[in-house]
C-alpha cells in the first residue's frame, strides 16, 4: 500500500459526523438510535461494506467501542421483538425523529441501489414515529441533495424543516448551500405567518365569493369560531394583501408552499376603499400579481383573512 492511500486509509478510519444532533444522548439513547440504522442496514438479508462504514462513523460519532459493532450486527441480522418497540420509543421521546430518517436514507442508499426491503422499512418507520407528510418530503429533499452532490456543485435550496436536523451531514459530504429563507411559517393549524410583516394569515379561504359588504360578515364568523385560537381576524387592506404577491415566478404569484389553495379565476377583496370612487374597493389578482383599484363593492370576490398588524 503507498503513503498516501495508508494515510487515506487513516483518514476514512477516523471520519466523523460532527456535531450529530443524537450526540447527546445518554448511552441507552445512542443504542436504540444505532439498532434501527442496524435494521436498515440488514432489511435486504446482505450487509454492504459501505453500509457498515456508515454504521462505523455513527459509532466513532457517538464515541462507542469499536467492539460494539459485533452486537449490532448480531442484532441486526436476529432482532428481538420487543425492542423494536422499545426502540421507536427511545427515538421519539428524545426527539430524535428527523437525524434518525435521514441517518436511514442514507443508510438505504450506501450501496447505491434502493432495494424494495429498504423502501418499506423507511416507509413502517416513518408511520411507526409518526412523520408528517410534510415533513417526510423534505427529508427526502435533503437526502436528495446528497445523493447529487457530484453533479451539482452549488444549490439553491427552499427547505422547511429546521437546519439543525441535517446541517452536520453537510460538511461530511461535502455539500456547499447557498441558502433561500422561507418568508413563512406553516403553523400547523390552518394558518401562516409572514416573517416579514409577522402578520398571521388563513392559509386556505373558504373557497366562497362574497360582495364587499359582507366581508365583515366572514370575518365576524371566523371570530365567533375562534378560528385557529384567536378572536381578532378581519379583512386585510390592501398594503397587507400585496404583500403576498411573489413575482418572478409562473402563475399564481403567491408562495403556493404555503398559500397551496389559492384561487386564480377571480380576484381577493382588501378592505380599502378606492379614494376617488367609493363604489369600488382594492383587490389583488393572483393569477397576473397585479393590484386593482377598480372592484365594483357590488361585484362577488374572494377573501383571506389576517390578524395582527395594524
Excluded at 440504522?37 to 462507542?64: C, G, P, Q, S
Excluded at 439543525?164 to 401562516?192: A, R, S
Amino acid at each position: 500500500m503507498g503513503i498516501l492511500n495508508m494515510i487515506k486509509k487513516v483518514e476514512a478510519e477516523q471520519k466523523k459526523l460532527e456535531t450529530h444532533p443524537a450526540q447527546t444522548l445518554d448511552l441507552e439513547g445512542k443504542l436504540h438510535y444505532l439498532r434501527g440504522l442496524a435494521l436498515m442496514m440488514n432489511v435486504d438479508d446482505e450487509i454492504h461494506d459501505k453500509e457498515l462504514n456508515y454504521l462505523k462513523v455513527l459509532m466513532r460519532t457517538f464515541d462507542l467501542p469499536s467492539d460494539m459493532l459485533e452486537d449490532l450486527i448480531a442484532f441486526a441480522k436476529k432482532p428481538a421483538e420487543t425492542a423494536i418497540p422499545e426502540m421507536i420509543a427511545s427515538i421519539v421521546e428524545n426527539s430524535m425523529r428527523e437525524p434518525f430518517m435521514l441517518d436511514c436514507l442514507v443508510m438505504a442508499h450506501c450501496d447505491e441501489r434502493f432495494d424494495p426491503n429498504e423502501k418499506e422499512l423507511l416507509t413502517v418507520y416513518e408511520n411507526l414515529l409518526k412523520l408528517p407528510d410534510r415533513t417526510r418530503t423534505d427529508l427526502r429533499a435533503v437526502h436528495d441533495l446528497i445523493r447529487k452532490r457530484e453533479t451539482e456543485q452549488v444549490n439553491y435550496w427552499h427547505i422547511r424543516i429546521d437546519k439543525k436536523w441535517y446541517e452536520h451531514l453537510l460538511p461530511f459530504f461535502e455539500i456547499k448551500i447557498e441558502w433561500v429563507q422561507p418568508h413563512y411559517i406553516d403553523n400547523g393549524d390552518g394558518t401562516v405567518t409572514s416573517l416579514d410583516t409577522e402578520l398571521m394569515w388563513q392559509q386556505e379561504d373558504d373557497g366562497k365569493k362574497r360582495e364587499w359588504e359582507k366581508l365583515i360578515d366572514y370575518a365576524t364568523h371566523l371570530n365567533y369560531l375562534k378560528f385557529a385560537g384567536y378572536e381578532d381576524w378581519r379583512v386585510p387592506t390592501i398594503k397587507e394583501l400585496q404583500t403576498l404577491i411573489v413575482k418572478g415566478k409562473e402563475s399564481p404569484f403567491i408562495d403556493t408552499t404555503y398559500f397551496p389553495s389559492v384561487k386564480t379565476d377571480s380576484f381577493y377583496w382588501s378592505s380599502s376603499s378606492n379614494a376617488d370612487n367609493t363604489s369600488d374597493a382594492w383587490g389583488v389578482d393572483f393569477n397576473d400579481g397585479n393590484v386593482l383599484y377598480y372592484f365594483l363593492k357590488t361585484g362577488s370576490y374572494y377573501v383571506r383573512c389576517v390578524r395582527g398588524g395594524q
